[in-house]
Nanobody, 130 residues
């Protein structure tokens, strides 16, 4: 498994912005775990995949609930993935986890692929108040 560490969570009001960061252990990030992203989980609710990015090609995937508001990006030099969140809503309140996965041969990086991975960070809390 790859070591992942998130940061950047916090409390904001509706309409506010936050930027989450995820840094992966150097060796694993570059050579194996080429699909990274975020999922979230609110108390009493199921996990929800938020976004994914293929660290090689840069292709991205978003959940419909965040499309147009959240942007996932990467910095390969820093072994980092970011989630820029804008126009936050109370329903975005959740623990956000960075997750990574190798992309299987013949497959592609996607939110469903990441949701099946066990390689995740400890999470960072995002709270949006109305």
């Amino acid at each position: 498994q790859v070591q992942l560490m998130e940061s950047g969570g916090g409390s904001v009001q509706t309409g506010g912005s936050l930027r989450l960061s995820c840094v992966a252990a150097r060796d694993s990030y570059r050579h194996e775990y080429d699909c990274m992203g975020w999922f979230r989980q609110a108390p009493g609710k199921e996990r929800e995949g938020v976004a994914s990015i293929a660290t090689g090609r840069g292709s991205t995937d978003y959940a419909d609930s965040v499309l147009g508001r959240f942007t996932i990006s990467q910095d390969n030099a820093e072994n980092a993935v970011y989630l820029q969140m804008k126009n936050l809503k109370p329903e975005d309140t959740a623990m956000y986890y960075c997750v990574a996965s190798p992309t299987p041969s013949g497959g592609y990086c996607s939110i469903p692929l990441l949701m099946a991975s066990n390689s995740r960070g400890q999470g960072t809390q995002v709270t949006v108040s109305s």
